[in-house]
Every structure is written in structure tokens, then in C-alpha cells.
T-cell receptor, first 112, second 113 residues
Framework: EDQVTQSPEALRLQEGESSSLNCSYT??????LFWYRQDPGKGPEFLFT???AGEEKEKERLKATLTKKESFLHITAPKPEDSATYLC?????????????FGKGTKLTVNP | NAGVTQTPKFQVLKTGQSMTLQCAQD?????MYWYRQDPGMGLRLIYY???????DKGEVPNGYNVSRLNKREFSLRLESAAPSQTSVYFC????????????FGAGTRLSVL
């Protein structure tokens, strides 16, 4: 059974204080690992897809990396507007459905 | 381009009442999904439809039914609502041309009293 564990559950940073969020996964035959951002009262918003170990993707202050067991979302010099819940999800080899298994998320708060 | 549209945004039901949550997408996606999100539980898949005319159970299907009305629309029905079904419900869709990225609606916040 595919499993995704995110840590920490919650993270408080000062503006400008860089840090990383972790997503550990267990899946037989990873087809893709997805990062989403979710603001309060809204639906998840897609950030990145990673497909193979060693892959990295960047967007503004965010950088996602992937190994065979986990993914990291690095946040460099965060701003208060980066405050949100970040969700990680994996897609296994089940053909024809594109189902995702989500972690419980990391709630990030960036204080000014 | 509206993306994924869910209605209603909020709903309060009494135990035993029924209702249907509506979802429509305008991205010509083949696959559609219904999730529920509860505090501390993350997003859990209720039902999904890999293509028009097919539906399958997800992780937590009990107490729900779905209908893939056409390629655009996928509805979720609660036949006899229970307090345990108080949650935020999200619809999502994806297709091959979107790189299998799931795009989500804004959610329906349901309270069952």
C-alpha cells in the first residue's frame, strides 16, 4: 500500500529564515511525486511534479528535490505570503486512474 | 477558463437528509475525483472516474454514491447524511495533456447536524 508521511506537521519561521519540508514515501514504482500548496478555505494549488531521483524543480523561493525515498521542499528566504499548508502526493503504477495518495500536509507560518 | 467548479460552497444538513454535490470541469479531462479533507487526516479519495461511463471506489466510499453524468460532470451523493460526513469535499480532474496533474475545485464545506 502506498504511503506518504510529511514532517513536520507545523513549522513557524521568521521572514527570511530558510528551511525545508520533508515528504517520505513508500510506493512500488513511482510514476510521479506532486507538491501542492493549500491556502485556508481554498482547494490545493499545484506547484511541482518530480518523476525520478535526482530531479529538482524551482519556482520563486521554492525548490523541490527527489530521492528514492523522500522529497524535500526547500524554502529560501520565505515571506509571509508563503504561509500555507503544503501537501505532498505520490502516484503509483496503477494504470488508467492517475490516483494520488496524499500526505497530511505541513502547515507553514512565516512571521514578518 | 473556470477550471473545476463545485456547487454548493457551503451546506448544512440534518442527520438523515440527502444531497448531491456537483462538480464540473471545462478542461476536457478524462479523469475526475472526489476527496474529503478532515483535520489531521489529509485528503482521502472517496470515488473516482477514470473515464466517462466508469466509476470506482477509493479509500473511503461508504455512505456515498457517484454519477459521471458526462465527460464534464461528476456528482457525489449522500443518501442519508451522518455527522461523520461533516467535512470539506473537493473535486479534482486530470488528463494526459495536463501531465496527470490533478486540478482542484474550491471545495464544498458540509456540516451534518
Amino acid at each position: 500500500e502506498d504511503q506518504v508521511t510529511q514532517s513536520p506537521e507545523a513549522l513557524r519561521l521568521q521572514e527570511g529564515e530558510s528551511s525545508s519540508l520533508n515528504c517520505s514515501y513508500t510506493v512500488s514504482g513511482l510514476r510521479g511525486l506532486f507538491w501542492y500548496r493549500q491556502d485556508p478555505g481554498k482547494g490545493p494549488e499545484f506547484l511541482f511534479t518530480l518523476y525520478s531521483a535526482g530531479e529538482e524543480k524551482e519556482k520563486e523561493r521554492l525548490k523541490a528535490t527527489l530521492t528514492k525515498k523522500e522529497s524535500f521542499l526547500h524554502i529560501t528566504a520565505p515571506k509571509p505570503e508563503d504561509s500555507a499548508t503544503y501537501l505532498c502526493a505520490v502516484q503509483g503504477p496503477q494504470g488508467g486512474s492517475e490516483k494520488l495518495v496524499f500526505g497530511k500536509g505541513t502547515k507553514l507560518t512565516v512571521n514578518p | 477558463n473556470a477550471g473545476v467548479t463545485q456547487t454548493p460552497k457551503f451546506q448544512v444538513l440534518k442527520t438523515g437528509q440527502s444531497m448531491t454535490l456537483q462538480c464540473a470541469q471545462d478542461m476536457n479531462h478524462n479523469s475526475m475525483y472526489w476527496y474529503r479533507q478532515d483535520p489531521g487526516m489529509g485528503l482521502r479519495l472517496i470515488y473516482y472516474s477514470a473515464s466517462e461511463g466508469t466509476t470506482d471506489k477509493g479509500e473511503v466510499p461508504n455512505g456515498y454514491n457517484v454519477s459521471r453524468l458526462n465527460k464534464r460532470e461528476f456528482s457525489l451523493r449522500l443518501e442519508s447524511a451522518a455527522p461523520s460526513q461533516t467535512s470539506v469535499y473537493f473535486c479534482a480532474s486530470t488528463g494526459e495533456l495536463s501531465g496527470n496533474i490533478q486540478y482542484f475545485g474550491a471545495g464544498t464545506r458540509l456540516s451534518v447536524l
